[in-house]
């Protein structure tokens, strides 16, 4: 069975670093391009960094966060520094799969919330 489970948000002060770690439950590397999503307040889940299938990197905060992954040891990491007010939220870890037919089909974590205070 498959289950993402985050953990590392909280409260902090605007400019300060934040590392939020996903812990991954079942063989899904292989098959799955993780990433990490912010649903903000009143807002639409957006990603904010992830993988693709080649390993590369996609997302919309590079630059002030970075994304990671230990496959050994089934985790996937997002280091947030310089943390802004519009940051805040909830962060989702989310693994985006395919099987060998096509088919996709995505898991999702419970998310850790992210506040960021001026």
């Known amino acids: 069975q498959v289950k993402l489970v985050e953990s590392g948000g909280g409260s902090v002060q605007a400019g300060g670093s934040l590392k939020l770690t996903c812990v991954v439950t079942?063989?899904?590397?292989?098959?799955?391009?993780m990433g990490w999503y912010l649903q903000a307040p009143g807002k639409e889940r957006v990603m904010v960094l992830g993988?693709?299938?080649?390993?590369t990197v996609k997302g919309t905060k590079r630059g002030r966060f970075t994304i990671s992954q230990d496959r050994a040891r089934r985790m996937v990491y997002l280091q947030m520094n310089s943390l802004e007010i519009e940051d805040t939220g909830v962060y989702y870890c989310?693994?985006?799969?395919?099987?060998?037919?096509?088919?996709?089909?995505?898991?999702w974590g419970q998310g850790t919330q992210v506040t960021v205070s001026s």
């Open positions: 989310a693994a985006d799969c395919s099987n060998p037919t096509g088919e996709k089909y995505d898991y």
């Open positions: 079942g063989d899904i590397f292989n098959s799955c391009d």
């Open positions: 993988y693709n299938s080649d390993g």
